[in-house]
């Protein structure tokens, strides 16, 4: 069990340009959970996944950004025609099942130029 | 929707002395109550949690307490050291229904 893995660690890219981020959760884990966290503040849930099925979205979630679990496994986040305010760490956690606890990636640094 | 209030926001203590971390939270549903750890950039790393149907759970030199009439659960961490110095997050959910809600942190500074 190599933990969760994130992918990449930091991306850096100009105002407008698309990014996408991956996530490996624990092996066997249905639950896949994705997070943004700013500095000094505590994560704040963005949308998560029992399987394939993306059961629930954040108001944080705008409609430039979009998320997919296509086999159930890995996931990835997409961010459209990105902006300043998009600049944040990108946490995934992953659970067992839904009475689990929650277990994190290393993130992903965003920082838009 | 739930909303999780967690004092203070930093905490400087002497090695060997105990560190107190206390959260509120909103939602009298909240049944699931887990504390991260997280070093400069690094993951959050869960240290200890506990449910609705207990009152305090102890590992070691960590323990957390919960008030369920109250609405506050608190963290212990006894005979600290300096490689306790981290930032702790306090976090409620409805365990099976909602993703996690945190607190906004404690940066807690073991002085040696």
């Known amino acids: 069990d190599t933990g969760v893995s994130q992918d990449p660690r930091h991306k850096i890219t100009k105002r407008g340009q698309n990014v996408t981020f991956r996530c490996d959760p624990i092996?066997?884990?249905?639950?896949l959970y994705w997070y943004r966290q700013t500095l000094g503040q505590g994560p704040e849930f963005l949308t998560y996944?029992?399987?394939?099925?993306?059961?629930?979205k954040s108001r944080l979630l705008s409609d430039r950004f979009s998320a997919e679990r296509p086999k159930g496994s890995f996931s990835t986040l997409e961010i459209q025609r990105t902006e300043q305010g998009d600049s944040a760490m990108y946490l995934c956690?992953?659970?067992?099942?839904?009475?689990?606890?929650?277990?994190f990636g290393d993130g992903t640094r965003l920082s838009i130029l | 929707g739930e909303n999780v209030e967690q004092h203070p926001s930093t905490l400087s203590v002497q090695e060997g002395d105990s560190a107190v971390i206390k959260c509120t939270y909103s939602d009298s549903a909240s049944n699931y109550f887990p504390w991260y750890k997280q070093e400069l950039g690094k993951r959050p790393q869960l240290i200890i949690d506990?449910?609705?149907?207990?009152g305090e759970k102890k590992d070691q030199r960590i323990a957390v307490t919960l008030n369920k009439t109250a609405k506050h659960f608190s963290l212990h961490i006894t005979e600290t050291q300096p490689e306790d110095s981290a930032v702790y997050f306090c976090?409620?959910?409805?365990?099976?229904?909602?993703?996690?809600?945190f607190g906004k942190g404690t940066r807690l500074s073991v002085i040696a």
């Open positions: 092996s066997e884990h249905n639950r």
């Open positions: 976090a409620a959910t409805t365990s099976g229904n909602t993703p996690l809600v």
């Open positions: 996944f029992q399987n394939e099925a993306q059961l629930e």
């Open positions: 956690a992953s659970s067992f099942d839904s009475n689990q606890p929650q277990h």
């Open positions: 506990i449910r609705s149907n207990v």
